[in-house]
């Protein structure tokens, strides 16, 4: 199976707190995914880019019957995109922007989330 990919903006708004507690589900995406390495697919990579400033977005992914809680990751505005190898098994992610401390109010900067499926 040839490479493929999917590419869009993460939703305005503040969907999880400094500590990754639920703001509002409204500002999370849900991205479901063929399993990595089943099938015709190979791994899977998720990363993310954002401009303008320095971004906090929390991720939970769903592997193997388990949401594996929201974790942070910081995503910087003057340097490389973030990228993840997503692990076998996973159905799911769910992201959302998350403040990076109360006082946060950049709720708007432009950031993206890559999926690249690589076939096997």
Known sequence: MANSFQTEEIPHGFAFT????????KHTIILTVP?????PW??????????????KLGVSIYTN??????????VPD???????KLPPGTQKVVIGRMKKD????A????ISWLLEYLGT
Do not use: K, M, Q
């Not at 399993?35 to 099938?39: I, K, V």
């Not at 190979?42 to 303008?52: H, K, P, Q, Y």
């Not at 019957?65 to 910081?74: E, I, L």
């Not at 709720?107 to 432009?110: I, Q, R, V």
């Open 18 to 25: 400094e500590t990754g507690a639920l703001i509002h589900y």
């Open 102 to 105: 109360a006082a946060d109010w």
């Open 78 to 84: 003057g340097g490389n995109r973030l990228a993840e």
């Open 35 to 39: 399993p990595p390495n089943a099938g």
């Open 65 to 74: 019957g388990t949401w594996s809680g929201v974790t942070p990751r910081n």
């Open 42 to 55: 190979g791994d899977t990579w998720l990363s993310f880019g954002c401009a303008w400033a320095d971004t």
């Open 107 to 110: 709720d708007n900067l432009p």
